[in-house]
């Protein structure tokens, strides 16, 4: 037997999940999502996602099929029925089911599925190394702030970004980078400044993003909300990106051009150990 998941209500093996035809998140991909990462045993920032999924589904006029600490009750029954230490549980909520018709009823009832991911997140080498990202143009539409379950633009930009020999890929829009195509962009200035764009509808707002900004502030790190080139972040001291499953993630290459000294530099590595602190993660 393969995981169990969770899926309108019922946890069931995975062979046997089915989801509707006329769902609204397959036929139009009126649904939005979250992700939460694990790391031994352990929810990381969830009280985050949960929030943003309640964002998300408010723009969009979706009622929540459960009430926010049911959800996190489903997160925790899916954590241990799939015995998961380390990776990602999914959450999906979708509109619903209704006959296809690009106007939908008020009256339809929400759909949410739930899923583990088992998968190493910390000490990878990629957090010990740092990625090579891509510059492409953003294809996106203008509510990026809601993280909804249309990822299509972001499916073909990683994929172009990869055949290229990147691993990953950011997004630029009127001669601005907005974000990586899962993640939020950070650049670290000679002067020690964290950038990063503000909260817009033009990015989303993301929850390792707002959750590294509390540690900053503790330890007295200035953060500076901008928008940046991509020229500025190539010539950047550091740079790296955010996100739950990628945590904190150096960067040390943008669109051919190596960033500093091409390895993960000391700032980095001091809000990779602040994170993971905060997360539990022994050293």
């Not at 489903?74 to 909520?93: K, P, S």
């Not at 209704?98 to 080498?125: C, H, I, M, N």
């Amino acid at each position: 037997m393969g995981r169990i998941v969770y899926v309108h209500g019922q946890f069931i093996a995975e062979e046997e999940a089915r989801i509707g035809l006329f769902d609204r998140g397959f036929l139009f991909g009126d649904a939005v999502y979250e992700v939460t990462a694990v790391i031994n045993g352990r929810m990381i920032d969830n009280d985050l996602h949960l929030a943003r999924l309640q964002r998300s589904v408010n723009e969009l006029a979706i009622p929540l099929p459960l009430p926010l600490e049911e959800i996190a009750a489903v997160q925790a029954e899916l954590m241990a029925r799939n015995d998961l230490r380390d990776g990602t549980i999914y959450l999906h909520v979708s509109r619903g089911e209704a006959d296809r018709d690009f106007f939908y009823s008020e009256a339809l009832a929400p759909r949410l599925v739930g899923f583990t991911q088992a998968k190493t997140l910390t000490g990878t080498r990629a957090q010990q190394n740092g990625i090579s990202v891509d510059l492409a143009d953003d294809p996106r539409w203008q509510r990026r702030d809601i993280k909804t379950a249309m990822l299509l633009g972001q499916v073909m930009a990683k994929q172009t970004a990869r055949s290229r020999g990147f691993d990953d890929v950011w997004m630029v829009e009127a001669g601005l980078v907005t974000e990586g195509a899962s993640a939020t962009a950070h650049l670290i200035t000679a002067d020690g400044r964290i950038l990063t764009r503000a909260a817009s509808r033009t990015t989303l707002p993301g929850c390792t993003q707002r959750a590294l900004a509390r540690l900053c502030e503790t330890e007295g790190l200035q953060i500076e909300e901008r928008a940046f080139t991509p020229e500025e972040a190539q010539d950047a001291a550091e740079a790296f990106q955010t996100s739950a499953s990628s945590l904190v993630m150096p960067v040390v290459k943008i669109g051919g051009r190596t960033v500093g000294d091409g390895k993960p530099g000391p700032m980095t590595r001091r809000l990779q150990a602040l994170y993971l602190e905060a997360a539990g993660v022994p050293s």
